[in-house]
């Protein structure tokens, strides 16, 4: 079937999907959104020009570009896929930062923004707006900004006065990425150096990315130190990002006949711990890391059992990853999974509603949930609760296992991360979509 135009399906406030079929072919995946959204801010940080190619294109990260130019920093589309940025960031932001739904932007820009002298207001949508910001305003206020906003700071919009930091030893108390990066670019204009000390190692995007722009950083294990300096600009080239490989790789294994291929994905350290659960889960999947392709094909699936030890390195594919246990044969337990409920939804509720629109049989728990598997999917209505990961998933699970027509309500949140998703998705599979009624 021909789907409609891309823009339209991407505008769509609903998805109808007509399954069930086969899952075949190649493709890449929009640039990892993890590493877009920090090469903009170091781009903007650093003295110099710096020029990006593959970067993501969803709304995410053009919040995030939109932002930078707040601070003067003057961006260039050279329309090739190849973006210009030229820093270092000239004065505080002449306007509101609004992230859109982009909890990643908004924490990250608030650490670049504890470090410049002056006033900066950050906010985003409704989702957005409900996501806690505590947990980068607190040891941003330790190093000596003034963090302010609804609820004592914990929700945005947040009023910032940076400058004039102090580098700080802090411990979060949940493992986050996002707190850990919102840190060490604070650091970078702190006097002395700044460490974040994790309970578990998470993803390292802004530590290897701050040494391609030349600052000085350590790792050691779960310990991460910047001390402060200036960054030169750079050419960065963004992969593809392993978190919207997973929606493909599941496609696959729920198809009955699948076998599809992602290629140019970024390899780094905890963005494919994904791969690991599904090899534990039976399937058929490699991911050669050199060339950063991933090969799936169709499998006969067990259950297993996901921890706190595992969750930092899954924390965007838990949706997808339920799906799969879905069909498998066994009781999957998640839990240690508690910080899902501050996502773009409650994605612990809004993930558990999703399988039980399909006729999976799953029972909530406070960080987690419990599914029993070997389950036949039917057609599903599934509200996603403006989230694009719940989407994208029922989106997989309507093409590829559920016969009849799935409908998704807020499929427009895709294009937060994924713009033409729904037009791959009938590419690799030949189902059946269009705007829903």
């Not at 940080?45 to 995030?64: N, P």
């Not at 700080?168 to 990066?181: F, L, W």
Request: hydrophobic share 45%.
């Amino acid at each position: 079937m021909t789907p409609p135009a891309a823009l339209d399906l991407d505008a769509a406030s609903s998805l109808q999907v007509t399954g069930a079929g086969p899952a075949r072919g190649s493709l890449r995946v929009p640039g990892d959104k993890s590493i877009s959204h920090r090469a903009v801010l170091m781009a903007a940080l650093a003295h110099g020009s710096s020029v990006i190619t593959g970067l993501s294109r969803g709304q995410d990260v053009s919040h995030t570009l939109r932002a930078v130019e707040r601070f003067g920093v003057i961006v260039t589309d050279a329309g090739d896929g190849r973006v210009r940025v030229e820093g270092p960031i000239r004065h505080e932001p002449d306007d509101v930062l609004d992230h859109g739904n982009a909890g990643t932007g908004i924490r990250l820009t608030s650490g670049v923004c504890a470090g410049i002298d002056g006033v900066s207001v950050l906010t985003g949508d409704r989702f957005l707006r409900r996501r806690p910001m505590e947990r980068i305003a607190a040891p941003l206020r330790l190093m000596g900004a003034n963090v302010d906003g609804r609820e004592r700071g914990n929700l945005a919009p947040l009023v910032i006065r940076g400058g004039s930091l102090t580098g700080i030893t802090y411990a979060p108390k949940v493992a986050s990425a996002q707190v850990k990066g919102a840190l060490l670019l604070a650091g970078l204009s702190a006097a002395g150096p700044t460490t974040v000390e994790e309970v578990h190692a998470t993803r390292r995007h802004t530590e290897e990315m701050l040494a391609e722009f030349g600052a000085r950083v350590r790792v050691e294990g779960s310990r991460v130190t910047v001390e402060p300096g200036r960054l030169t600009g750079t050419d960065v080239s963004v992969p593809g990002d392993p978190s919207q490989a997973a929606f493909w790789a599941v496609a696959a294994l729920l198809a009955e006949q699948g076998e599809v291929v992602v290629e140019n994905l970024y390899p780094g350290f905890g963005r494919s711990d994904f791969v690991g659960v599904l090899e534990r889960m039976g399937a058929d999947i490699t991911f050669d890391t050199t060339a950063g392709t991933l090969s799936v094909r169709a499998s006969r699936l067990r259950a297993v059992e996901l921890t706190a030890v595992d969750i930092p390195g899954i924390v965007d594919e838990v949706p997808v990853l339920a799906m799969a246990a879905a069909v498998a044969e066994g009781t999957t337990v998640i839990s240690g999974a508690g910080d899902l409920r501050a996502k773009e939804s409650d994605r612990i509720a809004s993930t558990a509603a999703m399988l039980r629109a399909f006729g999976v049989k799953v029972t909530e728990t406070e960080d987690g949930m419990v599914i029993e598997g070997a389950s036949r999917l039917r057609p599903a209505r599934v509200d996603s609760h403006g989230d694009h990961r719940i989407a994208m998933t029922a989106a997989v699970a309507g093409a590829c296992a559920a016969e009849g027509t799935t409908v998704i309500e807020g499929w427009d949140s895709v294009a937060t991360s994924y713009p033409r998703f729904a037009e791959d998705l009938v590419r690799l599979t030949g189902a059946g979509a269009e705007p829903g009624a």
